[in-house]
């Protein structure tokens, strides 16, 4: 057997450096090339966030004072909102529907803004 050949103790121990190496290598490259998709998802979403928002409108609900209506179509308009809610495995990827209730100080008004109109009852919406 010859010493110096194939199989000894340093060629096992250059053979190990060598894929130790090529194993930290790759993980640094697996890592930059995730670290790069995550700034092209958040750059995405930060896009479509702002294209959704120029696509909003701006919503009053107005009770009168002497309303004896009952709550049922509040109930039902807020219930509603629940169907904007998308899901799925990819939902990471998109940005989701805003939905932003502002009360403003005069009695019994709420205004908002979205998208979303045909979400509103009726009766209760007013543009």
């Not at 090339?33 to 409108?57: A, C, I, M, N, P």
């Not at 219930?79 to 932003?100: C, N, R």
Request: charged share 20%; no cysteine; aromatic share 12%.
């Amino acid at each position: 057997m010859n010493p110096q050949g194939p199989g000894t103790l340093a060629d096992i121990t250059y053979q190990l450096t060598t894929l130790a190496i090529s194993l930290v290598i790759l993980a640094f490259v697996f890592l930059g090339l995730l670290g790069l998709f995550y700034l092209v998802v958040l750059w995405r979403k930060e896009k479509q966030q702002h294209e959704r928002s120029l696509d909003s409108v701006l919503l009053q609900v107005a009770v009168p004072r002497d309303n004896e209506v009952k709550i049922d179509v509040a109930e039902q308009m807020f219930a509603s909102f629940y169907s904007i809610k998308s899901g799925g495995f990819f939902s990471f990827l998109s940005s989701p529907d805003h939905l932003s209730f502002e009360i403003v100080g005069r009695p019994q008004d709420i205004w908002w803004k979205s998208k979303f109109t045909g979400l509103i009852p009726e009766p209760i919406s007013k543009k």
